[in-house]
């Protein structure tokens, strides 16, 4: 039996986080390898990853990471969908495969449950699915008394939910070739191609079968997922230091705190777990680092610099700033006195406009996102849910209300109003 890990999507609902989203990192390992792990936990060692023509390289480092599996790696043309996906492996496949969204994070009990299911049932297709209590915008079960699968729906609007069944891509074909030939058939090759392809089986005659699935489960499909998927690492992480790690003895260090290799801990700092200090780092003088945070690798938390229940990458650099329920991607840099609001003085939930549509974040406290290699100045202030997309710049003073895109410099000009520009190559 094969597990096919698709790897070739596109996340179109994540800016400013840009990139894959199963090669972020958790406490220095990314996703996929986390994935990888408890496939091969559960006794599944033969694995494909289908990539696409912008990651394969990427993907292909990871694979002597493990060589107890036999992995073999797939490409996509184009990210042009699931469905697209799982046939790139057709020549690859076995007549069992185990199909895997490991953008999608859950408990190796998920493979278990669902071998089990297959060991004592006679379904052409295993479905993990998960009930739920609010709309999520993702793809839903509709079952019968017997968990036989009857339909899916994929992505119906808030409010026309079929049931309160939800898809998690953790699907058991036990006959891949009839997989393939129902994909084959489906005519119009859109974002559901794929569940059009389920559809056709049921049609056939094939049983789809609903395996409920209790355990913990975080997808992540907007960027403030990336805080649960934190919380759920930090959790499963007992502490420790790592004997490379030099910690002053001035230093306050309480709770579930896992410290990395070469990381410096100077005088008067306080690190309240859980928390993760990734390689390299160096928590500077009266710096407070609290409330399920994970700091990347090779980063920088300068003097009496606070950072509260946020995911920070690599290489980002801070100096006298305060931080909170926030994201920061690779390579950032905040001047001294830039500040991430995360709480409206109104409180209540906070809700983020994204294509034209408003999205529920769920959460009362939420500070700023940012992409990749950008930047403030001097006494910023970020407001809470604000976006900056990869390699902007906001610059000294300013009062950032709204979301500002990729390569794009705000600033105050002379007579303290915002001026907005794109920045040039180079």
């Not at 989203?21 to 033969?46: P, R, S």
């Not at 990347?296 to 610099?305: M, W, Y």
């Not at 920070?312 to 830039?338: M, P």
């Amino acid at each position: 039996m094969q597990v096919v890990f698709l790897c070739g999507g596109a996340g179109k609902r994540m800016f400013p986080i840009a990139g894959d989203k199963f090669l972020l990192k958790f406490l220095g390992k990314t996703l996929l390898e986390y994935q990888i792990e408890q496939a091969l936990a559960a006794g599944l060692n033969d694995i494909v990853i289908v990539g696409n023509q912008q990651n394969i390289e990427r993907l292909r480092k990871l694979v002597p990471r493990f060589p107890q599996a036999r992995i073999a790696l797939a490409t996509q043309g184009e990210p042009s969908g699931m469905a697209d996906a799982v046939q790139s492996v057709q020549k690859l496949a076995e007549d069992e495969i185990i199909v895997v969204n490991p953008s999608d994070i859950f408990e190796g009990s998920a493979y278990a449950t669902i071998l089990e299911a297959r060991k004592g049932g006679s379904a052409s297709t295993y479905i993990l699915g998960t009930r739920v209590k609010e709309y999520f915008p993702g793809g839903y079960l509709v079952v019968d008394e017997e968990k036989d699968i009857l339909h899916i729906v994929e992505k119906p609007r808030r409010g026309e939910e079929p049931s309160n069944v939800v898809n998690i891509v953790v699907h058991l074909h036990r006959d891949a070739t009839a997989l393939f030939r129902c994909l084959a058939k489906v005519k119009d090759k859109g974002f559901d191609a794929y569940e059009q392809a389920l559809e056709g089986m049921i049609n056939e005659g094939h049983k789809l079968k609903l395996v409920e699935y209790g355990g913990f489960w975080s997808p992540i499909k907007y960027p403030w997922h990336l805080l649960a998927a934190m919380e759920y690492f930090l959790d499963q992480k007992p502490g420790g230091i790592a004997s490379s790690a030099i910690i002053s003895e001035k230093a306050t260090i309480e709770g579930h705190v896992t410290i990395d290799e070469n990381v410096r801990v100077l005088e008067n700092a306080v690190i309240r777990g859980p928390c993760y200090i990734g390689k390299n780092s160096v928590i500077g003088n009266n710096a407070l680092i609290r409330d399920c945070s994970h700091i990347g690798a090779d980063c920088v938390v300068g003097f009496s610099t606070e950072i509260k229940h946020s995911y920070i990458g690599d290489g980002c650099w801070f100096h006298l700033n305060y931080i909170g329920d926030s994201i920061i991607a690779d390579r950032c840099s905040f001047g001294a006195g830039t500040i991430t609001a995360n709480l409206r003085l109104g409180e209540g939930k906070l809700a983020i406009e994204s294509g034209g549509e408003t999205l529920d974040t769920g959460l009362d406290k939420l500070g700023a996102i940012i992409g990749a290699d950008s930047k403030t100045g001097i006494n910023v202030s970020l407001m809470p849910g604000v976006r900056i997309g990869p390699n902007s710049i906001v610059g000294p003073h300013v009062m950032l209300r709204r979301d500002l895109g990729p390569k794009r410099m705000i600033l105050l000009d002379s007579a303290n109003q915002l001026v907005e520009r794109q920045i040039s190559p180079g």
